[in-house]
């Protein structure tokens, strides 16, 4: 199976910083990777998939790069609605990571 | 546009058996995996299993091989999700998810709303 290991597990950050969440693949899996966006009593919202192509309607503060192992997401310039946890996830075997809760300071 | 609408929240006891059904319209029913996701309370996000509305194919987590059963009704647009064997542990929030793309491997463009279980005695 393959494991997807998620760092940080929390961020705390002032608006217009820009922070980045890392996700690490036990295995190679090319660019098989999205990122979702899920906020309390919501379901998950996809942001990014192919490691790096963001979705239609998302904001453009959202990037991503990586491919193989290693990945990231980016958000530009932390705003206020950005508050939530984000998972990245592997598309070979559907593998998410343990998630990343952003905080505004 | 596209939804896909869950059966409403479920108490079971211990030992019991659980069915989601998620229906789902505004796409071709049969171009699309559906999967199944769970999140305990407080916790990640699980992936369960997926199936082929087209031909009925499925595959499953380790983790619940054997205890759970996907099902699909083509003429209803309708997917669903048994788990068997219930405990305390099965106590989460159930998604169904539909694959961005038509091919196998894709990440998960829509989402239900979400089934809550709870499982207690």
């Known amino acids: 199976d393959i494991q997807m290991t998620q760092s940080p597990p929390t961020l705390s950050a002032s608006v217009g910083d820009r922070v980045t969440i890392t996700c690490r693949a036990s295995q190679k899996i090319g660019n098989w990777l999205a990122w979702y966006q899920q906020k309390p009593g919501n379901a998950p919202k996809l942001l990014i998939y192919?490691?790096?192509t963001l979705e239609s309607g998302v904001p453009s503060r959202f990037s991503g790069t990586g491919s193989g192992t290693e990945f990231s997401l980016t958000i530009s310039s932390l705003q206020p609605g950005d508050s939530a946890t984000y998972y990245c996830?592997?598309?070979?075997?559907?593998?998410f990571g343990q998630g990343t809760r952003v905080e505004i300071k | 546009q596209v939804l896909l609408l869950q059966s409403g929240a479920e108490v079971k006891k211990p030992g019991a058996s659980m069915k989601v059904s998620c229906n789902t319209s505004g796409y071709t029913f049969t171009g699309y995996d559906l999967h199944w996701v769970r999140q305990a309370p407080g916790q990640g996000l699980e992936w369960m299993g997926r199936?082929?509305?087209?031909?009925?194919?499925?595959a499953f987590a380790q983790s619940f091989q054997g205890r759970v059963t996907l099902t699909r009704d083509t003429s209803l647009a309708t997917a669903y999700m048994e788990l068997t064997s219930l405990t305390s542990d099965d106590t989460a929030v159930y998604y169904c998810a539909r694959s961005r793309f038509s091919s196998t491997s894709s990440a998960f463009e829509f989402w239900g709303q979400g089934t809550r279980v709870t499982v207690s005695s």
């Open positions: 996830q592997e598309y070979k075997s559907w593998t």
């Open positions: 192919e490691g790096s």
């Open positions: 199936i082929s509305p087209k031909s009925g194919v499925t």
